[in-house]
């Protein structure tokens, strides 16, 4: 069962922790341990009075997000719009921190909990109430076609930068089906969390990670650097 947490005047944070049992799936390897446990979150911002949301949606390994100073890098990359642009600038740092340490503590409160699938978090900001207030919401719907043009102009650079190749399987540089029999372990695209089949189409980084094409290409709609090491695509 989900349960909420305003931990702001203007700040509403829900959290569910799903269990193997939840879900449909393989039991036999979630028994086995092959399965770890997913961070699922979701950013929203919700118009005071009004029904508009603007949303922003990530799954990332649970593992890697105790920390609240790395959590608060990422969450920050979630952020629909700004948050700069959404509330009293004097609140947004300390609204960050807020978001971030809160996260943080749910995640290592899943430390070690038994057959859990992945916990799902969203936090929710209500921008706006009054007059005035929230038009940046409106600014943003009137943009959407020069704000597209940009994002598009960003991912193209990019991706233009990142190299496409056939995975043979891990430890398979060569042709043919060796590194595929040779290695055992299969890679996993970062951004999806979903392993590579052997002879499907990757593309490469320049720090030399792999992920799923059209992963990296939604990657790079909302942000410009490697999800795995960081590394800057852009100048």
């Not at 446990?37 to 919700?46: A, D, G, M, R, S």
Request: charged share 30%.
């Amino acid at each position: 069962m989900a349960s909420a947490v305003s931990i702001s005047d203007f700040i509403q944070v829900t959290y569910e922790r799903v269990h193997h049992s939840d879900v449909q799936g393989p039991p036999e390897k979630a028994a086995a341990g092959d399965v770890e446990p997913n961070l699922e979150i979701c950013f929203t911002y919700v118009l005071t009075g009004e029904t508009d949301t603007i949303t922003n949606v990530a799954v990332r390994r649970l593992a890697e997000h105790s920390c609240p100073s790395y959590l608060r890098d990422f969450l920050q990359t979630l952020e629909p719009l700004p948050l700069d642009s959404m509330v009293d600038p004097e609140e947004v740092g300390p609204a960050r921190e807020m978001i971030s340490d809160f996260v943080a503590q749910l995640v290592r409160e899943c430390d070690g909990v038994e057959g859990l699938d992945r916990l799902v978090v969203e936090v929710v900001v209500w921008v706006g109430g009054e007059e005035g207030e929230g038009d940046v919401l409106q600014a943003a719907d009137d943009g959407d076609d020069e704000e597209d043009e940009d994002v598009e102009f960003l991912v193209q650079r990019r991706m233009s930068l990142v190299g496409e190749e056939v995975y043979r399987g891990e430890g398979g540089s060569g042709g043919g089906d060796e590194g595929a029999a040779a290695g055992e372990k299969k890679k996993t695209c970062a951004v999806c969390l979903e392993d590579a089949e052997v002879g499907e189409v990757l593309v490469r980084t320049p720090c030399v990670h792999l992920f799923h094409g059209g992963c990296l290409r939604r990657w790079f709609q909302t942000a410009g650097f490697c999800p795995l090491c960081r590394f800057s695509f852009d100048p």
